[in-house]
Every structure is written in C-alpha cells, then in structure tokens.
C-alpha cells in the first residue's frame, strides 16, 4: 500500500475528525480540512495533496466547482454523501461515491478505487 496525502473537504467537524482518525489508522496523511466551498477551492489552487475526499454538499452550497478543480488539475477525489438524491454531474459521474455513515473498510475500499 502506498501512503497518500488526502485533502478532507466535509462542512461537520465531527465527521471530519472522524475522517482524519481513519485515514491516519489506514496509513495515510491528512492534507488538511476545508468546510467551505471557496476554502476547498484555495487549498485545490494550493495543492499538495493526492486524493480528496469532497462531501457533496457544503453548507448548502454544491461541491461541483471543487469537483470541476480537482479534475482540472488531475486530482481524484471521492465523493462523500449523506445520501444526496440527484446525480452527479456527468464530468463526475465516474467518480468513486462513498455513503455516510461512514466505515474504516468503506473509505479504504474508496480510498482504493482511486488507484
């Protein structure tokens, strides 16, 4: 297993330390947190991370232009979802979904479907 470094891009704090906990135990490195859509943006611009996991919606807004940056700039990244009802927008629809309530083996498998 190679170690990555993940961007967690996730609007509750609680589920973000969650995250951070579970990735650390999976062997990899938390890039940083971003709650906000322009905050996700800044840290995408920034780099210097290789995967992100990007919840689907942040404080009522849509990640789809963090989505549309990270692709731009070849960065995968996993959608996060508690169980959002309409479908990604093509660009994106290929891209590995991971559902709430999350679970150490769903992010690794995730995590893994990035390659």
């Known amino acids: 297993m190679t170690s990555r470094s993940i961007l ?4 509750e704090s609680l589920i973000a330390m969650m ?3 579970f990735i650390d135990s999976l ?3 938390v890039a940083g947190t971003e709650d906000t859509v322009e905050g996700a943006l800044a ?13 689907v919606h942040l404080h009522g807004k849509a990640c789809w232009p963090v989505a549309d940056a990270l692709a731009d700039r070849d960065i995968p990244f996993i959608l996060a979802t508690g169980g ?3 479908e990604p927008p093509a660009r994106h629809a290929a891209a590995p979904v ?4 999350f679970t150490l083996n769903g992010i690794e498998q995730a995590i893994d479907a990035v390659g």
Do not use: C, N, R, W
């Open 84 to 86: 959002h009802t309409e």
């Open 8 to 11: 967690i891009v996730e609007d």
């Open 98 to 101: 991971l559902s709430k309530p």
């Open 19 to 21: 995250l951070e906990d």
């Open 43 to 55: 840290q995408t611009e920034a780099g210097g991370f290789d995967l992100a996991i990007l919840d």
């Open 27 to 29: 062997g990899h490195a």
